[in-house]
């Protein structure tokens, strides 16, 4: 009779002790893991401790020095301006094109595409092609059709399907932003220069800019509003919105957003429930129609009752590096309904140009003004 094979002699015994191993290899990792976290814990605490007892500061010693150096350059830089107002040009300083001005040295205040890309606008999300040639002008490339891919059979002939380019012409615009001083801010020995004049032009050239985006800046610089080959489909009212995604090629469907006027987005988020269409509703709080973000702009941008969907990154911003500035203490400002009297008021004046183009290609785009109820 033959002798019963035992689990144990099936290798049974060797697997289970396998598993053991693994098993406390596993516990001793949770152990070590836990202690790793006890030790952060304890870090933190000690971080926390540090800081209530005295100011930390993150920043190295050196690149404080650095930001006080700048700072004393911008203001060296502008007194030189100054200086130049009266005939006494130093060597250092650059004259720019137009009579008077004088470039802005590279690093003292940042380019026009770092000033407006830290805020929080409609021109920070176009796309920027940066103009990198002398000149006003140039042609850029655009691709009006895209090459077709069919099925070939086995043996058969290749079918020729060649992509269509066109070209759009971009001229540089000038654009400025005057910053009013007085003589005893400026002269202040304690305030950021290097911090203060950013934080100044930025949100002028936002406004321009956005500005720009929806109601062009002239016949040859339209905007969505204004440019040529914008779609128009029928809009009836606010529930009938959805027609401007599907006037829109599919490309575009995907990535666009509606921009409407905020007086269509009240009218929007006070509909019922019952009455809201279906592709109407919120994700995380933001409205979405069809799955695309809708965003308010304010009625003095895009007009009353008015409405776009497209994708600002389908809109093209060049700007050029330079930045140029002027300067002036006898002249009067005109800010509003504000005058500044600056040799009377002891005020002074730089005048900062910088030169850019906005391109809307408007067969990406589609517009509709919407009936009131």
């Known amino acids: 009779m033959e002798e019963q094979v035992k689990p144990a002699k099936n290798g049974l015994d060797a697997l289970n002790a396998k598993l053991d191993d693994v098993l406390s290899a596993v516990a001793k990792s949770d152990e070590n893991a ?25 920043v190295p010693a050196g690149k404080k020095a650095d930001e006080k150096e700048l700072n004393s350059k911008i203001k060296s830089f502008l007194n030189d301006v100054k200086a130049a107002r009266f005939g006494a040009t130093k060597a250092a300083l650059q004259a720019g094109a137009t009579p008077g001005s004088y470039l802005v040295p590279e690093g003292f205040v940042p380019t026009l595409v770092d000033l407006l890309a830290k805020q929080p606008s409609f021109i920070s999300r176009t796309r920027i092609l940066p103009w990198g040639l002398d000149g006003n002008t140039r042609q850029i490339p655009n691709l009006a059709a895209r090459p077709n891919v069919s099925k070939v059979g086995e043996g058969a002939s290749k079918p020729v399907s060649n992509p269509v380019f066109g070209q759009f012409t971009q001229v540089l615009v000038k654009a400025a932003a005057i910053v009013v001083l007085t003589k005893e801010l400026a002269e202040d020995s304690a305030i950021d220069m290097a911090r203060l004049l950013p934080d100044i032009i930025a949100p002028a050239f936002v406004e321009y800019y956005n500005n720009w985006i929806f109601n062009g800046n002239g016949d ?57 269409p279906a592709w109407l509703y919120y994700e995380e709080g933001e409205m979405r129609i ?61 005048l900062f140009e910088s030169r850019a183009v906005l391109t809307v290609i408007g067969s990406v785009w589609a517009k509709a003004t919407v009936p009131a109820a």
Request: net charge negative; aromatic share 6%.
């Open 220 to 276: 040859e610089n339209p905007g969505i509003l204004t440019a040529s080959g914008v779609l128009n489909p029928t809009v009836a009212s606010v529930s009938s919105l959805l027609a401007l995604k599907m006037a829109v090629p599919d490309h575009v469907r995907a990535s666009g957003s509606f921009f409407i006027d905020t007086a269509l987005y009240g009218e929007l988020a006070s509909l019922s429930r019952s009455a809201a």
């Open 290 to 350: 069809d799955g695309s973000a809708v965003e308010p702009v304010e009625t003095a941008l895009i007009g009353a009752r008015n409405a776009v969907f497209g994708d600002l990154n389908n809109i093209i911003f060049s700007p050029r590096t330079d930045m140029t500035v002027r300067y002036s203490e006898t002249a009067e400002v005109v800010d509003g309904s504000t005058t500044h009297h600056l040799f009377q008021e002891n005020k002074e004046a730089y």
């Open 34 to 58: 836990k202690a790793a976290m006890q030790k952060v814990a304890e870090l933190e605490a000690q971080v926390a401790s540090q800081k209530n007892m005295q100011d930390i500061s993150f």
